[in-house]
């Protein structure tokens, strides 16, 4: 049974730029085996693959893994509303990614201040 919980509550995401299905898999709180599932479900979630069908995935990658995740586990949708939800919000996408960089730099920014401060 899938509990739910909050995307606030997941670790923040670091500033490099390629990410591991293992990293992922840690940053969004899925298992690996999950992120291949959902890669197939969903035609937006395109990771990079390299050398030995290894997946790179991109920060705009583990966003959207997160909205996925978010749609899926917090908010109950089923895989097939998810992905209606998703296709129908490529208008909004833009939007949505925006908010959600401006609160990740926000909490980015919030984390130096108490570095800097100690």
């Known amino acids: 049974m899938l509990e739910p919980s909050n995307n606030s509550e997941l670790p923040v995401i670091p500033g490099k730029r390629y990410f591991t299905i293992g990293e992922v898999s840690e940053l969004c709180d899925v298992k690996p085996h999950v992120l291949r599932y959902w890669e197939q479900e969903f035609t937006q979630l395109a990771p990079v693959k390299r050398r030995g069908n290894r997946r790179y995935y991109q920060r705009q990658d583990v966003l ?12 109950g949708y089923t895989i097939g509303g998810a992905r209606q939800k998703m296709e129908g919000a490529d208008a909004q996408d833009d939007a949505n990614k925006s908010s959600q960089l401006t609160y990740q730099m926000i909490k980015e920014l919030e984390e130096l201040l108490v570095v ?3």
Request: glycine share 0%; hydrophobic share 45%.
């Open 64 to 75: 959207m893994i997160r909205q996925i995740r978010a749609l899926l586990y917090d908010q």
């Open 116 to 118: 800097l401060k100690n």
